[in-house]
């Protein structure tokens, strides 16, 4: 059991991390008693993010911006640096789902823009945190990937191509990086999260009744993996996908011939329709960057 001081004096730097898997991240970690810089697009969100962190007793400040934007990833950098004086964990967690619909429908630009935030912000930021700190001092980042990069699925084909390459990503600088710094991805299924509301409101007791562990995931279960990662009790852990997804990898099996449902989440996006009527909201769907990783439902 990872040990409620196992950061003791590290510092931390967390993306997306104003509320859902973020925040929470951001608060076990805390817990552990690292110190945190957390960001996302929103400054009201940021701030108020960094006053609930606080409210536990918890040192955080916060850095509001794209992660798209490069200064922004420096500044973020510089902070940390600046306020804490080393950068021991980054966790990459801020992600799109835009363009969601048919592939041969995604507009350039926005497929561009995709992995500008699913993949160029991970790897810039894992450059900058390793010149200000981990090349002499190692250290632990951790990438938020998803379930789905092993499988396709209705409408999500930009996310998972985008987040499948962040985890080739995450093995490549795994590999490069060792031994002074790991670096792992997380990969969690669908997660109560309000960008993946669109999915589990309308039939979360189906999806549920589908997973051999009876329930959707929530951002404390993805938590929870990301702080074991950046502990030492992963110190002899690199370069790893760690599902975090309720059984659906295995669900095929989930009570053969019983007539339950074994795909149901693809049920859901193949019934979304990414032109009109059953459209997600536009906070939970085809939505640049933010303050949530896991806004596609896998």
Known sequence: MTSSAALDGRAALITGASRGIGLATAQALGEAG??????????GGVAAAVDRLAATG???????GSVADPAHLARCTDLVMRTFGRLDVLVNNAATNAPFGPLMDADPG?????????????LRLTQLAWRA?????????VNVCTEGTYGVGPHVGAYGTSKAAL???TRQLAGELAPGVRVNAVSPGLVRTEMARFVWERSEQRIARSLPLARIGEPDDVARAVLWLVSDEADWVTGT????????????????????PTDAVHDVLA????????????????????SDAERSPR
């Open 34 to 43: 690292a110190r945190l810089c957390i960001t996302a697009r929103d400054p």
């Open 133 to 141: 700190w981990m090349r002499e001092h190692g250290g632990a980042v």
């Open 167 to 169: 985890l080739h990503l």
């Open 110 to 122: 926005v497929w561009r823009d995709a992995f500008a935030v699913n993949v160029e912000a991970p």
């Open 58 to 64: 918890i040192t955080a400040v916060g850095c509001a």
């Open 241 to 260: 996908d760690l599902l975090v997804d309720g059984g659906t990898r295995v669900r095929a099996a989930l009570r053969a011939g019983s007539g339950v």
């Open 271 to 290: 019934r979304t329709d990414p032109w009109g009527g059953a459209e997600p909201p536009a906070t939970a769907g085809p939505d640049p960057e933010g």
